[in-house]
């Protein structure tokens, strides 16, 4: 296991996910996590660190399983998984010495190439928040280290072609997905604002911006008010307005992949409430069970933290 020193682990967290990767015969095994704040002690609850209705309903699993999903049904942290040594070894898994964001490319290339991965639904680890020193707090230091993990990863994934024609969609929408992230977080104005021009401006040319229109980036239907909300600030700054007719058209595709996905009725107040800048709706009805090939994917600006 890869721990990080200053969070908090339930006592039997070993003890249940060696079981659990016994049983399965796993290369992986998974658990769910909460949020610790670093300051009040107070545990926050944290679902979307596995998110249940993203995985297929047999367990185990692997990526075959899941090729739209992999990337955004785990988040890209180590800590919260278990990994069966030989399998580390014989697949020659390591972290790239990256500033920051160094975990996603040990993390998502072993979630690809593991030939099973188990899911233990038990809360075993609290993570610390709020803490001032940590790498997640410093991004600002190298704020395209996320970009350059990213591009790490996409190499190696594409040195399986036939493997990563399967992935391509699901891997460029998390990276796409992940920039929007980085941006929306990073707390330095100047350093935010040069990322978003470096984004907007197709100058993180593996996102492969220019050779789709926007709305195949809309595996999370939210992604594309999301994107024109970041060009929007832009053109603020230059007193200029965004292209109003391809926002909406880009909008509207996405108004129908969520009503696809999620329900006409439901999809249609969803994504009118966050065009409207407004809350979503209250979801009135359970979401529906593991493997039902869901998509619930409730925005958290916290959730893809690496560290």
């Known amino acids: 296991m890869l ?21 399965a015969d796993a ?24 998110r249940v209705n993203q995985l297929p309903a047999q367990d185990p699993f692997s990526w075959e399983d899941m090729t739209d999903y992999i990337f955004t049904a785990f988040v890209g942290w180590p800590w ?35 030939r099973r991965i188990t899911f233990i639904d038990e809360e075993l680890v609290r993570h610390r928040v709020g803490r001032s020193g940590s790498v997640s707090n410093s991004r600002a230091r190298a704020p395209f280290a996320f970009y350059d993990a990213g591009c790490l990863l996409k190499a190696e994934l594409q040195k ?8 391509r969609w699901g891997f460029l929408n998390w990276f796409f997905d992940y920039t929007l992230w980085n941006i929306e977080t990073m707390t330095d104005e100047d350093v935010k604002d040069e990322m978003a021009r470096a984004f907007v401006g197709g100058c993180l040319s593996e996102l492969e911006m220019g050779k789709h229109c926007k709305a195949y980036y809309s595996l999370d239907p939210f992604n ?14 230059e007193n200029e307005q ?8 880009d909008s ?31 979801i009135e009805q359970p ?11 409730d925005y958290n600006p916290k959730e893809k933290m690496n560290d």
């Open 3 to 23: 721990l990080d020193a200053d969070d908090v682990y339930a006592p039997n967290l070993v003890e249940s996910l060696l079981r659990g990767i016994m049983e």
């Open 27 to 50: 290369d992986i095994a998974v658990c769910r996590s909460a949020e610790m704040d670093h300051e009040t002690g107070v545990v926050e609850s944290s679902p979307w660190t596995v």
């Open 80 to 114: 919260d998984k278990m990994y069966r040594r030989s399998f580390v070894l014989e697949n020659g898994l390591e972290f790239p010495a990256l500033p920051n964001s160094e975990d996603l490319v040990f993390v998502f290339l072993s979630l690809v190439r593991a």
């Open 160 to 167: 399986d072609v036939a493997q990563y024609d399967r992935l």
């Open 224 to 237: 594309i008010p999301r994107y024109y909300g970041v060009l929007q600030e832009l053109m603020e700054e």
């Open 242 to 249: 965004v292209p109003r007719r391809h926002a909406l058209l």
């Open 252 to 282: 509207l595709i996405s108004l129908l992949t969520s009503c696809r996905s999620q329900g006409y009725r439901f999809g249609l107040k969803r994504i009118l409430a966050k065009l409207r800048l407004a809350k979503p709706p209250v």
């Open 287 to 297: 979401l529906p069970p593991r493997g039902d090939n869901y998509f619930a994917f």
